[in-house]
């Protein structure tokens, strides 16, 4: 058990709870056929909920789950847990900088089908 509490509440039952609403929220955007027009940088409107929905399902499984939030020692573990995505984003401009077609075009074998 954790010993603080959000809004009052259990941590993890307040987790639990939010990840049930969002994951209801995914069900029902690919349940229901939206329009098929792009929209910003999504190819449409399912992605982009999708998109939208998971990066607060991301941070709420990392802050409660891996206790990255409201540990005595959590300042350590999300420096530790951050750390390699500084390798991850040096890795991703050099390579964007560095192909031609980074970002519109993928060689052959990362294509689906053609393994």
Avoid: Q
Avoid at 14 to 27: H, R, Y
Avoid at 93 to 103: D, M, N, Q, R
């Amino acid at each position: 058990m954790a010993h603080y509490t959000i809004l009052g509440k259990d941590p993890y039952w307040m987790n639990f709870i939010g990840l049930m609403v969002l994951t209801l929220i995914e069900v029902v955007a690919v349940g229901f056929h939206l329009p098929e027009e792009k929209i910003f940088v999504f190819s449409n409107y399912t992605l982009m909920i999708l998109t939208v929905v998971a990066i607060p399902k991301f941070i709420m499984i990392a802050m409660i789950f891996m206790h990255l939030y409201g540990e005595e020692d959590s300042g350590i573990l999300t420096v530790t847990a951050l750390f390699p995505s500084f390798f991850i984003i040096i890795m991703i401009l050099f390579i964007g900088l560095t192909h031609p077609e980074a970002t519109t075009g993928l060689p052959a074998w990362c294509r689906p089908g053609t393994y």
